[in-house]
């Protein structure tokens, strides 16, 4: 059968007609029919053909093409009242959102099939300070809130409630029956729960007033217009809304979505279809900390805030200046400020502040002056009465100064704070007042002085009359000022006098040593030390120097059965000006009786017993040998005694690790006078061992081996920290040099957040006493710059900074408790988890060491320590901080570099100094560049220095610093 197709055309003339016309008509006509024939199967032969009429079928076919999108009325400029593209009741809203829509159409013959109603979350870009909906990426595609369909023909809105306050971003999709679509967009913010908050570290204030008096008192003289300066910056803010920037610009809705056929980014919002209306759109809201309205009101001061009368403040700020001209101000008169804010939500917080006034001064009565009273505060006190009042401010403050009448040096200043009385107690005494604001005071102010705060130095050779300058403040800080001479100094108890201790208890006895205690005296001056001075029954001496602070000692290698007696000194002043106490206490005593030994026969035997006992282990070890026993007994031996020591985890080493010498320095093998010295005052550093865990070895020192460990005191969660413990030899050497190091950190360093902080120690051990340490887990300085060699960034110029003035304040500290590094280098700084800077790889003074062997890192050194370090200073010190400064600019390089160590001396007396490193600026370059005087006079100390950094950091939150790069 044969069939033939009329009409038929090709697929590139359908293709363009279909573009030519939204409407097309196909018109189909199709033709059957044919012969056939017959064939003899006998001979193959035609022997019959047969005709067949021609069967015609005819088919119309209509196709619609529709390659237009709805339009909006307002494009057509036809619209009803009312027709909107996409409005939302409230785009501010504390409820849920609601959309509405009308006016859509579609020109062509498919007709608006349906609406499409997105609700995205928008999240901030910190890349362009703007809100935009989710990004999608290759391997996340973000999905909407919310979404609904509704058909045209069906005429209700949907709505929705987002679960958690934010900015939202609604969609509607408007789409014909050929599937064109546009898209409107809307932004709402949806906020329930927040709430405006007053910051207290950011204060509401009259600035005005005085900064002395806290600026709650402001000085205008009387008739003088007064004008307050109101200031609250900071102060108010909607954390919620300021965390999520909900008040930020929108970001132009980024196209997306494509079919992979001719639609590419087909989803996009056309400008006109943006949000331009309503009270949330898509350009950034005007504020301050989400604060956009300002209101003012002042007034008498009232605990109820005022119901009208409230100026907006225009444009928004957070400063006013007020215009008292229709108040009489007068001294001791108060006035109120009040300040609203207002946020988005139109959430309101309302606060206030009054300031006071008084511009006069108190009024001062001569003093009362009682020298030496028995029932003072202070082991040597005097007594003054000041006599002052002001009926408009009150007294808050007294102020003494002790002035050496012949030169007008400032010998002391001390401060008293005067503290306000109640009425009900004011009303008991006749010459109690009060001041307007309410509070009251006693004219007559007792205040004990202490006759120490003289400061006569040991020195001092003339007699000195000193004066006593009484300032007497109000509570607007207003001063008057009255004098009385003290006359000559040494009229005062405790002037120039130097005693010894007291109290002498003997508190063990043997026949080769003596244990004893005491008190200390009281005294106006340090002391230096303490001497013991032994005498023998030839009236031959021998000194014992006991540290300054100690309360108890051993004097030990004395004779048996011996009488012998001793003076007890203190020693006051310091190591170069110095003085003995007068009167020592004096003690006798005489030692016990020798230990009485084994007589001849016991001391056989014993002998005799020692002698089974070791032919006995002999026979042992020979049939272990022989029966091949020996070596399982050595190892069963061997496992008990690592049983004992503890269970330690060997550690690989790691890039963080401290295998290094930040917590054993090279002097750790030297023996000071503090390990000779019982520890005082320090119970609240002892550590229990059962509270620490060892749990990895870290690194292994001259004499200690240094740990991982855990602390579980305080009740707290485990801390971890840094064990230092003897190995385990415990020779008596290295246990004194355990006991020095902890001796040192209780009574000489203390505790500074630039310094490796000395947690406390361990008695309890098997192994003696060890110390816990503060844990440094980012490593140690040096090799952190190193690693950042490769990834310099702002952040990290910033750090660097910021290190330096860590580092500086940190030994600054160390110099005021008179500890010399002698060692400082990156290399001895440690960085805790936030890059904070710790100091460490200091001790005790090191003298064990002989003359000419002293190992010095001459790189670091100054030039006046290249041959000793024996007397070395704060000065030289500074020296190596300069060289430190270098070494973090450079990031981790050695100083010096291209010059030899045995070269550095002679280069520095030829006046060399290091070029700028990379990192550096000018301003911490000239710092570098003090510190490496040559000559130590020249250079300043480290407080000065640390003033030098403090110019160019400012505060910041949680007192950080921050470099302020505007001083360059």
Not at 40 to 57: G, K
Not at 628 to 635: E, F, H, I, S
Request: charged residues 25%.
């Amino acid at each position: 059968m044969t069939g033939t197709v009329m009409g038929a055309m090709t697929f590139k003339s359908l293709y363009t007609l279909l573009f030519r016309s939204p409407r097309y008509v196909l018109n189909y006509t199709v033709s059957t029919g044919g012969y056939r024939e017959l064939v003899n199967t006998d001979n193959d032969r035609i022997y019959a053909t047969e005709i067949y009429d021609r069967v015609s079928s005819h088919q119309l076919m209509e196709y619609r093409f529709d390659y237009d999108k709805p339009v909006h009325c307002q494009e057509l400029m036809n619209c009803s009242s009312g027709d909107v593209p996409l409005q939302l009741e409230e785009d501010i809203t504390k409820r849920s959102i609601k959309p509405k829509w009308s006016g859509w159409s579609d020109g062509s013959l498919s007709g608006v099939k349906r609406y499409a109603f997105e609700v995205w979350k928008m999240e901030f870009s910190l890349d362009y300070s703007v809100l935009r909906e989710p990004d999608i990426l290759s391997d996340y595609n973000p999905v909407p809130e919310f979404i609904t369909e509704v058909l045209a023909s069906n005429n209700t809105f949907p709505e929705y409630e987002p679960k958690e306050p934010g900015v939202y971003s609604t969609i509607l999709e408007v789409a014909d029956k050929a599937n064109n679509s546009r898209y409107v967009r809307r932004i709402a913010i949806f906020d329930k729960t927040s709430e405006i908050s007053v910051m207290s570290s950011h204060r509401l204030f009259v600035s005005s007033a005085s900064n002395q008096s806290n600026y709650n008192w402001q000085t205008t003289p009387e008739n003088v217009q007064t004008t307050l300066n109101v200031q609250w910056e900071n102060h108010f803010m909607n954390e919620v809304h300021e965390k999520g920037h909900f008040l930020a610009r929108v970001q132009d809705y980024t196209a997306r979505l494509s079919d992979n056929v001719k639609r590419v980014d087909y989803k996009e919002i056309e400008p006109q279809f943006d949000d331009n209306e309503g009270s949330r759109t898509k350009y950034e809201i005007p504020n301050i900390n989400s604060i956009v309205r300002f209101e003012i009101s002042h007034g008498t001061p009232s605990t109820v805030a005022p119901t009208n009368g409230w100026e907006v403040i225009k444009p928004l700020k957070e400063n006013k200046s007020i215009d008292l001209t229709d108040v009489s101000v007068k001294d001791g008169s108060s006035h109120q400020v009040w300040v609203r804010a207002y946020d988005k939500m139109g959430n309101e917080k309302i606060d206030s502040t009054i300031v006071h006034f008084d511009h006069s001064q108190p009024i001062v009565y001569p003093p009362k002056f009682e020298k030496n009273v028995d029932d003072g505060q202070f082991p040597f006190s005097s007594r003054v009465t000041v006599d002052a009042k002001d009926l408009h401010s009150g007294i808050s403050k007294v102020s003494f100064k002790f002035v050496v009448e012949s030169t007008g040096e400032v010998k002391n200043q001390k401060d008293f704070m005067v503290e306000s009385q109640t009425q009900q107690f004011c009303d008991q005494f006749s010459a109690c007042y009060c001041i307007p604001k309410g509070e009251c005071f006693m004219p007559e102010i007792v205040l004990d002085i202490d006759n120490c705060w003289l400061k006569v130095p040991i020195e001092r050779v003339e007699d000195e009359v000193h004066i006593l300058q009484i300032s007497v403040y109000n509570l607007a800080m207003l001063s008057s000022m009255t004098t009385y001479n003290l006359g000559e100094v040494d009229s005062f108890n405790g002037i120039q006098e130097y005693y010894s201790p007291s109290n002498i208890t003997i508190l063990k006895t043997s026949d080769t040593s003596l244990g004893i205690s005491w008190i200390q005296a009281d005294s106006c001056y340090d002391r230096a030390g303490i001497l013991i001075r032994l005498f023998r029954t030839d009236n031959s001496t021998r000194d014992f120097k006991v540290h300054k602070d100690a309360t108890t000692f051993d004097l030990t290698g004395l004779s048996p059965t011996t009488h012998y007696w001793f003076k007890l000194f203190t020693k006051y002043g310091n190591d170069t000006k110095f003085v003995m106490s007068g009167s020592p206490a004096i003690l006798k005593f005489q030692t016990a009786e020798a230990s009485v030994g084994f007589p001849p026969g016991g001391v056989a035997g014993l002998s005799a017993g020692f002698i089974l006992l070791l032919i006995a282990a002999v026979v042992v070890l020979l049939f272990l040998g022989r029966t091949g026993r020996l070596q399982p007994a050595k190892a069963r031996m061997t496992q008990g005694i690592r049983t004992i020591r503890n269970t330690i985890r060997v550690r690989p080493h790691t890039n963080a690790g401290y295998n290094n010498r930040a917590y054993s320095s090279t002097f750790d093998d030297d023996i000071y006078f503090y390990g000779q010295m019982e520890s005082s005052g320090a119970t609240n550093l002892k550590i229990s061992r059962k509270d620490i865990s060892m749990e990895s070895e870290l690194a292994q020192g001259r004499f200690a081996t240094i740990y991982l460990a855990k602390y579980y005191g305080n009740h707290r969660d485990a801390q971890t920290v840094v064990a230092k413990v003897l190995k385990d030899d415990q020779k008596e050497e290295n246990v004194m040099k355990m006991k020095a190091k902890i001796n040192f950190y209780i009574e000489k360093v203390g505790h500074h957040k630039n310094v490796v902080d000395f947690i406390g120690y361990v008695e309890d051990d098997v192994r003696g006493a060890f110390m816990v340490l503060e844990y440094c887990e980012s490593g140690v300085l040096k090799e952190f710059l190193i690693s950042k060699k490769s990834d310099v960034t702002v952040d990290l110029e910033e750090r660097l900074f910021r290190m330096v003035f860590g580092i500086c304040l940190g030994m600054d500290y160390l110099s005021s408790k008179k500890v010399v590094h002698r060692r400082l280098a990156a290399r001895n700084v440690l960085l805790d988890h936030l890059f904070e800077p710790k100091i460490t790889g200091f001790g005790p003074e090191p003298g064990a060491e002989q003359e000419g062997e002293e190992r010095i890192p001459l790189k670091w050194m100054a030039p006046e320590c290249m041959k000793t370090t024996k007397h070395a200073n704060e000065l030289s010190d500074v020296f190596s901080f300069g060289i430190v400064m270098w070494e973090i600019f450079s990031l981790g390089d050695t100083p010096y570099p291209g010059i030899q160590s045995r070269e550095v001396a002679t280069r520095l007396k030829q006046g060399y100094k290091m070029k700028k490193p990379e990192y550096c600026d000018d301003a911490f370059y000239k710092i570098m560049l003090k510190c490496w005087h040559y000559h130590p006079n020249k250079r300043s100390g480290f407080a000065e220095v640390k003033d030098q950094l403090s110019n160019m950091f400012q505060e910041g939150p949680s007192e950080e610093y921050y470099y302020r790069t505007n001083d360059l």
